[in-house]
């Protein structure tokens, strides 16, 4: 059942966001050579406190931490540890907060150092695609428009579009109807209405699209052990628009990166 959001809820949902938000923007200055993703982890989990805030991932699902850290081949949900990132490694960083009751929840991909350019088109695409998904999700399309704006995308530049991990809806649980495939076809699945807020998370591999999990019970990568990419936002319909509650502004002012992208889904 999708349970959709007043005016006011959208509000306070916007404010968990961007409690993940701001966090990332953080740790985007952290991300480097040397750094372990179990010293980021406690960095996130600090800085999600001090805003009042309390980390979504942490006990959920019996999950470990604050953070999940993918590294190259990892898809989604790594464990952070005490392994240095290396020079050319990327990391999926992704992030939940609760606040005010209500999960903001999103991801992105981080590259450390001088990153292999066939991988930075990787991260181009696939946060291109995150977008391009986003233009869909307007009242009276359906799932299936979102996820093959995003498969076609994708599949146009070669890369695999994983089916068995997906984005969802969010609110007062981590999870909620509906599913967001990133894979579909056009008109197929439930219909979007006003109020609806989700997480789409475009996961795209170099490779294949086939994954499978490490013995740690969390930890999903890519079976042909090629890198894969993930981004993450948190999305409302207003008004019957995409208007997004997250935001990259934080990450783009730490890495000193302009981009108006996310212009057309902002709030004003």
Not at 113 to 138: D, F, H, M
Not at 227 to 255: C, M, R, W
Request: charged share 25%; net charge negative; with cysteine.
């Amino acid at each position: 059942m999708i349970i959709t959001k007043s005016r006011e809820e959208i509000a306070l949902m916007r404010e968990a966001a961007l409690v993940v938000s701001r966090t990332l923007g953080m740790l985007a200055k952290e991300v480097k050579v040397g750094v372990t993703t179990n010293e980021l982890n406690t960095m996130a989990e600090d800085y999600i406190r001090e805003q009042d805030a309390v980390p979504g991932f942490l006990g959920l699902y019996d999950c470990p931490s604050t953070l999940l850290t993918s590294v190259n081949e990892a898809i989604v949900h790594g464990l952070p540890t005490d392994i240095p990132l290396k020079e050319g490694d990327i990391v999926s960083i992704d992030c939940g907060a609760i606040k005010h009751g209500f999960y903001g929840d999103h991801a992105y991909t981080f590259e450390v150092g001088e990153v292999a350019q066939e991988t930075k088109k990787l991260l181009q695409v696939t946060k291109e695609s995150l977008y391009i998904g986003i233009k869909e999700l307007k009242a009276g399309n359906r799932v299936g428009d979102v996820g093959f704006a995003i498969q076609n995308y994708c599949e146009g530049h070669g890369y695999g579009v994983v089916r068995e991990l997906v984005g969802h809806g969010l609110g007062k649980t981590m999870h909620e109807d509906p599913e967001m495939p990133n894979y579909g076809r056009r008109g197929r699945g439930k219909k979007f209405i006003e109020g609806m807020t989700v997480a789409i998370e475009p996961m795209i591999n170099l490779g294949t699209r086939r994954i499978k999990q490490l013995k740690d019970g969390w930890t999903i990568v890519t079976q042909d052990g090629k890198p894969s990419a993930h981004f993450e936002h948190n999305i409302a319909i207003v008004d019957g628009q995409p208007e997004l509650l997250s935001t990259f502004d934080f990450v783009y002012k730490a890495l000193g990166i302009t981009s108006s992208e996310e212009d057309p889904y902002r709030k004003k």
